[in-house]
């Protein structure tokens, strides 16, 4: 007889990955090498390490090893509030009267409310290895800023935060928490930088943006000694931290000889998704299973499903190497929605390759007041209050669970609940108030940016 599936299940702390899951050795089509601007040419490790700690970039640049070691330090830190539980949402199945089985992992049980903090954890491990002193680095919403405030508290690293001005504001709490970790916070952009007081000459009231915040970081990571630039998604190694997530959620699928049929992540830079399909793309790879892989983006920010698949630049000031991925170019500056962390004109290289190859099947672009009337439902049903990034994927799993409500099918359903909402209040009280708007682009506004795309040197 079949187990009875829990409301949640747990791995043990013996069953936690002590390996992290590289995707990149499984594809047999790689990601197109990331470049030099100048030159052109790829970039090797010894560059990229000018910018990003050593460790960090021998790992972007390999894609051979199936596997990576999570050092023991790292496993430790993991085990302060890792597993995360696989919940069965049978709760919500119940109020949408679907035949469907809702299965979702909930990264958000840290202080720093999502899943960046798995990556934050082992960036900051290899920088103290490295013998630095110091990290730069981005922050949009909050999470990353404050998911890598308390890396480095941890691990003793001091650490300045740009973090986009509109989120600064509108989540001055933010900044407390990062500054209880002890790390220095900077609105931006800021009068700091010259790529800052560039952009606010031409644009004093701007309230930024993470491509923006990133030029800044990485300056001041140039001109400051013993330290480097991190950041908290897009990047391949990052997305190599965040299998955990997969890793985790397929050993508790296997308990009750479970496979998900489709699989949910929103996507900003695309880390939680990467993570959380890692280990079941390597399974459709194989030929060994075909679950249905959906990002769920943004309409206000459609990277995936209205960019164009070129060579771009991580930042608007054009300082980072060019990645070829799904973008809106690093000139497109997202009208201010509420969902912070996926307001950003990229993609991660992955997840683009995967996208274009057919493998990750689909972008599904939704509307902001459809992914919190999605978040209010979930948190009146499953009682817990998601980040808005999060909601996308909630409301992409209510659809297609509605859907298996039409055509009857029990289709089992896996999201990724990559993180909590408390610092996102204005963005539910305006909702609450019918304030709430839909801001789509027109092809003309998505055409501004993606003309910012960065011409080849010959
Ligand atoms: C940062 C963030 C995201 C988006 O980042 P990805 O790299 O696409 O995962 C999604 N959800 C939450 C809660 C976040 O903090």
């Known amino acids: 007889m079949a187990k009875q599936v829990p409301y949640k299940i747990y791995l043990s702390e013996s069953e936690l990955p002590k390996r992290w899951y590289n995707l990149r050795a499984d594809m047999k089509e790689k990601r197109d090498p990331i470049l030099n601007p100048g030159t052109g040419k790829p970039v090797t490790a010894d560059e990229l390490s000018q910018i990003l700690v050593t460790?960090?970039?021998?790992?972007?640049?390999?894609?051979?090893?199936?596997?990576?070691?999570?050092?023991?330090?790292?496993?430790?830190?993991?085990?302060?509030?890792?597993?995360?539980?696989?919940?069965?949402?049978?709760?919500l199945e119940k109020a949408l009267d679907t035949p469907a089985h809702i299965f979702y992992k909930f990264e958000g049980g840290n202080t720093s409310g999502s899943h960046k903090l798995n990556s934050a954890a082992a960036q900051v491990y290899y920088a103290k290895h490295q013998g630095l002193t110091h990290l730069t680095t981005e922050t949009g919403a909050g999470q990353w800023g404050t998911a890598l405030s308390m890396a480095c508290g941890f691990f003793d690293i001091d650490l300045k935060v740009y973090m986009v001005k509109a989120s600064a504001n509108q989540k001055p709490y933010r900044k407390a928490v990062m500054e209880?970790?002890?790390?220095?916070?900077?609105?931006?952009?800021?009068?700091?930088?010259?790529?800052?007081?560039?952009?606010l000459s031409k644009d004093p009231t701007t309230g930024g943006s993470l491509g923006c915040a990133i030029s800044e970081a990485i300056e001041t990571a140039t001109l400051t000694d013993n330290c480097r630039y991190v950041l908290g998604s897009v990047l391949d190694h990052v997305a190599l931290h965040q299998s955990v997530i997969g890793l985790e959620a397929k050993a508790a699928f296997e308990q009750y000889d479970l496979y998900p049929d489709i699989i949910i992540g929103c996507a900003g830079g695309g880390s939680n998704l990467a993570g959380l399909i890692a280990p079941f793309m390597g399974d459709k790879l194989a030929g060994k299973r075909n679950p249905y892989f959906i990002a769920a983006e943004p309409a206000s920010c459609p990277s995936m499903s209205r960019g164009r698949y070129a060579y771009d630049f991580g930042d608007i000031g054009r300082t980072t190497p060019l990645m070829k991925m799904y973008t809106l170019g690093s000139g497109f500056i997202p009208s201010p929605n509420h969902a912070g962390g996926l307001r950003y004109h990229g993609m991660s290289p992955i997840?683009?390759?995967?996208?274009?190859?057919?493998?990750?099947?689909?972008?599904?672009?939704?509307?902001?007041?459809?992914?919190?009337?999605?978040?209010?439902?979930f948190a009146k049903h499953e009682g817990?209050?998601?980040?808005?990034?999060?909601?996308?994927?909630?409301?992409?799993?209510?659809?297609?669970?509605?859907?298996?409500?039409?055509?009857?099918?029990?289709?089992?359903i896996l999201f990724g609940l990559s993180g909590t909402g408390y610092f996102d209040l204005a963005a539910y009280m305006e909702y609450q108030n019918g304030q709430m708007t839909d801001f789509i682009p027109t092809d003309e506004d998505l055409e501004r940016g993606l003309a910012s795309l960065p011409i080849l040197p010959k």
């Open 351 to 377: 997840v683009s390759k995967l996208y274009h190859d057919g493998h990750l099947d689909e972008a599904r672009a939704v509307e902001q007041t459809r992914v919190f009337e999605a978040a209010c439902t």
């Open 384 to 412: 817990t209050l998601v980040a808005p990034e999060s909601a996308h994927a909630i409301r992409v799993a209510m659809d297609e669970a509605i859907k298996c409500r039409e055509t009857g099918q029990a289709k089992t």
């Open 180 to 199: 209880t970790f002890g790390a220095h916070v900077t609105p931006s952009p800021s009068n700091t930088t010259r790529v800052g007081r560039q952009i």
């Open 55 to 91: 460790e960090l970039a021998n790992q972007e640049m390999d894609v051979t090893n199936r596997y990576i070691d999570i050092p023991e330090e790292i496993q430790s830190f993991y085990r302060m509030y890792r597993p995360s539980p696989l919940v069965r949402a049978y709760c």
